[in-house]
C-alpha cells in the first residue's frame, strides 16, 4: 500500500472492529479497532502501511490518531457501553512517555469516554523501563492493559508481567492442523499458567476453525476472537449475534471433554487393580525391588518402556528398568538420583500417600525421549512408589487419551 495515496486521501482511512467473545455469557464484550482504507469500492487493511519501517513515525502516528478518534466517535455515538481494545506500537508510544496517546483519551473523556472501556494493546516484543513507566500509570487511571503476541516477548515478559497485564493475547494461527507439534501446545499451556499466575485472562484470537475455538476452550481462554466467530465489521453488532452458536458448541466441548477424562480415570482404575494384584504376589513372595520391576514391565509389555521405585523424597531406590529396541535392561546409572524438583512431584507423592491411590499424569514431553507420554504413579507402600511411564504409541492407539 502507497503511503503517500493514504496520506493524501486520509478521508478514506476507517476504523472496523472485531469483535471479542467471552466464554462465560457467549456474547461480545469489546472490539479490536483495526485500521482500514477505502479503495475502489472495498476496505483494505492498513496492516502494511504500519508495518512499513520506510513510512515516517509521523505518518504512522497521524492516521493511528484518525483511526482512534474516528473509533471513539463511533462509541459514543452508538452509547452500546462496549470496550475498545486499541493497537500502539510501543515505541512510539514511548516518543513522548505516553502523552500524546493520553491526550487523545482525556479529550473524549470530556465528552463520556471512560478510560476503562480502553484496553490498550501493546503490540511490540521489547519492554523498556521507559514504557514500563507509561504502563504503570496508563494502569491507574483505570486504562486496561493487553499484551499482545504474548508468545514472542521471550527475555522481555517478566517487564510485561510487572505491569499486571489485563490480558494476554496468544495466537493461534500457528494452530491449523491438529497434528500441531506437542511442544507448541505444552508452550500454550504454560501461558495458560502464567496467566491464572498474575491474574490475567487469556483473549485466544486468529480463530479460524472450529477445533481452535475448541483448544482455546479446553486451555483456559476466557475471550475468543478469530474470522470463525465474525470478520471485522464496519459498525458494532447485536452483543448476542453468535450466543446460541457459542453455547451449542461449548455444551459439544463439554461432552467430549467428559468423555476424554472418563478414559483416562477408566485407564487409571485398570492399572491400579491390575497393579494391586501384582504387588499382593511380590509381597507374598517377598521379591526384590528388581524382581518386581520385571514383573510390572512384562505385565505391562505393550504400555510401558520404563519403570523404577523411588521414597517418598524422591530418591530412586533402583535402577531404570529401561526398554531399548524391544528389549528390557537395568540402567544402573539412575540409582538414587533425585526427581524431587519435579513439578508437583511432592505434592503428588503426598496425595498417594493420603489416598492410598495412584495417579495418572497429564500429558507431557519425556525429557529423554522426548515423546509425549503419561505417567502412573503407585504407592507401594509410605515410603516407596512405583513410576511407570507409558508409551506414545500406546497412548494414539487409545482413543482419548492423546487429548
Keep these: 500500500m502507497d503511503a503517500l495515496e493514504v496520506m493524501t486521501h486520509l478521508e478514506k482511512v476507517t476504523p472496523f472492529f472485531q469483535p471479542i467473545f467471552s466464554a462465560d455469557e457467549h456474547t461480545i464484550i469489546g472490539y479490536e479497532v483495526l485500521g482500514r482504507f477505502w479503495e475502489d469500492g472495498e476496505a483494505k487493511s492498513l496492516g502494511p502501511f504500519f508495518h512499513d519501517a520506510e513510512v515516517p513515525d509521523e505518518f504512522h502516528l497521524e492516521v493511528d490518531d484518525l483511526i482512534l478518534r474516528r473509533a471513539l ?95 494476554l493475547k496468544v495466537s493461534l494461527q500457528t494452530l491449523r492442523k491438529n497434528t500441531v507439534n506437542q511442544t507448541y501446545k505444552d508452550f500454550l499451556y504454560s501461558l495458560s499458567m502464567l496467566a491464572r499466575k498474575v491474574g490475567a485472562s487469556l483473549l485466544f484470537e486468529n480463530i479460524e476453525m472450529e477445533y481452535q475455538l475448541q483448544y482455546a476452550w479446553k486451555h483456559g481462554g476466557r475471550y475468543y476472537q478469530g474470522f470463525y466467530l465474525h470478520e471485522p465489521a464496519a459498525q458494532f453488532l447485536n452483543t448476542r449475534i453468535q450466543k446460541d452458536k457459542l453455547r451449542r458448541k461449548c455444551q459439544e466441548f463439554i461432552i467430549h471433554e467428559k468423555r476424554s477424562l472418563e478414559k483416562v480415570y477408566r485407564l487409571a482404575e485398570s492399572i491400579q487393580l491390575e497393579l494391586q494384584e501384582i504387588t499382593a504376589k511380590y509381597a507374598k513372595k517377598s521379591l526384590s525391588r528388581e524382581q518386581l520391576l520385571e514383573a510390572v514391565a512384562k505385565h505391562f509389555e505393550g504400555m510401558c518402556f520404563r519403570v523404577y521405585i523411588c521414597d517418598e523424597n524422591g530418591f530412586e531406590l533402583t535402577s531404570n528398568y529401561f526398554k ?65 511411564d507409558i508409551t506414545y504409541e500406546f497412548l494414539f492407539e487409545q482413543d482419548g487419551l492423546l487429548y
Aim: glycine content about 4%; aromatic content about 12%.
Design 73 to 167: 466517535d463511533r462509541l459514543l455515538q452508538s452509547q452500546c457501553g462496549t470496550s475498545l481494545f486499541i493497537n500502539r506500537d510501543a515505541r512510539l508510544l514511548t516518543k513522548d512517555s505516553g502523552e500524546h496517546f493520553l491526550s487523545v483519551l482525556h479529550e473524549y473523556e470530556e465528552k463520556g469516554l471512560k478510560l476503562s472501556d480502553i484496553v490498550l494493546e501493546v503490540s511490540q516484543s521489547g519492554c523498556s523501563d521507559e514504557l514500563e513507566r507509561v504502563l504503570r500509570y496508563y494502569k491507574t487511571l483505570g486504562i486496561r492493559l493487553a499484551i499482545d503476541h504474548i508468545e514472542e516477548m521471550s527475555g522481555h515478559l517478566h517487564k510485561f508481567v510487572n505491569c499486571s497485564p489485563d490480558i
Design 324 to 388: 531399548q529396541d524391544g528389549k528390557w535392561i537395568f540402567q544402573p546409572e539412575y540409582y538414587d538420583k533425585n526427581w524431587s524438583w519435579r513439578p508437583y512431584f511432592l505434592e503428588n507423592i503426598l496425595r498417594m500417600r493420603k489416598n492410598r491411590m495412584g495417579l495418572l499424569s497429564d500429558l507431557y514431553s519425556d525429557i529423554e525421549t522426548a515423546e509425549t507420554i503419561r505417567t502412573f504413579s503407585y504407592p507401594l507402600n509410605d515410603r516407596e512408589y512405583l513410576f511407570i
